[in-house]
């Protein structure tokens, strides 16, 4: 089972029958909305969309822990994360959409891990923290879609909800980031701890603070999603063809030897 966190737009996807949705409560408390079950090309696709069906939970206070213990509990062995992200290397043009690869984590205060500590101290390897197989299928989908990927990217994510001073994306292009957002950590590393596949597709909505020499906008950020959704549903729509039925990555044993 494929799951995948993001916007709506993935509910008028030519092909995608809505199935079943079920509400489901986890250990670690509601996750975000209901969880819509997909009938595609005789997959199933879990879909969960981040910030709520009406997006009124701001980045910092999304319960990543139960949207990723959901999944796992519906049977999703794998998550494809869609997100938006701000600009900060020049060839990040706003309408870019960017297939990541790393990721630099500047959170701070949010529940990062499912283990305090009670089971044992654990340390998982995240020197990959996106999945090689799952983004292989996303850069063979985007050949095929004849759709225009950035095939790696390193993703600073940083707390929000407020955008970032041009003097913290000067500091974020001097670590190597190419483009910021608010909510892949801890959503990658909880969905390593719990052994599934996670990749993660950013779609450029805007210049990062000081770019551009213009006044950031969520307006520009919903325009620009809204532009590009068409060609995330299409990139999907050939990934789902593409991801192999058995697992052949060592995503699905990273808890092995992570234990103190």
Request: proline content about 5%.
């Amino acid at each position: 089972m494929i799951g995948i966190i993001g916007g709506s737009g993935l509910y008028d996807i030519e092909g995608v029958n809505l199935r079943e949705v079920r509400q489901i409560m986890t250990p670690y408390g509601s996750p975000s909305d209901a969880y819509r079950i997909f009938d595609f090309s005789g997959k199933d696709v879990i879909f969960l969309p981040r910030h709520g069906s009406s997006h009124s939970i701001p980045p910092h206070k999304i319960n990543y822990k139960a949207n990723i213990w959901g999944f796992k509990e519906l049977g999703a062995e794998r998550i494809i994360s869609l997100g938006a992200s701000g600009g900060i290397r020049p060839a990040m043009v706003p309408g870019s959409i960017v297939l990541l690869d790393q990721i630099i984590d500047l959170t701070s205060g949010r529940d990062t891990t499912y283990y305090h500590g009670e089971e044992g101290v654990i340390h998982i390897d995240f020197t990959e923290p996106y999945c090689p197989d799952l983004r292989e299928a996303l850069v063979k989908g985007g050949i095929k879609s004849g759709i225009s990927l950035h095939k790696s990217g390193t993703y600073v994510c940083v707390n929000g909800p407020r955008l970032e001073t041009r003097a913290e994306i000067k500091s974020f292009s001097l670590l190597g980031a190419d483009v910021v957002g608010m909510t892949a950590m801890p959503e990658a590393s909880l969905a390593r701890e719990a052994e599934l596949c996670y990749a993660g597709v950013s779609v450029v909505t805007n210049f990062a603070a000081g770019m551009s020499g213009k006044k950031l906008t969520v307006t520009e950020v919903i325009n620009t999603m809204n532009i590009s959704a068409i060609h995330l549903k299409t990139l999907l729509k050939e990934t789902f063809h593409l991801i192999p039925a058995k697992r052949a990555c060592a995503c699905k044993e990273s808890m092995r030897e992570a234990k103190v």
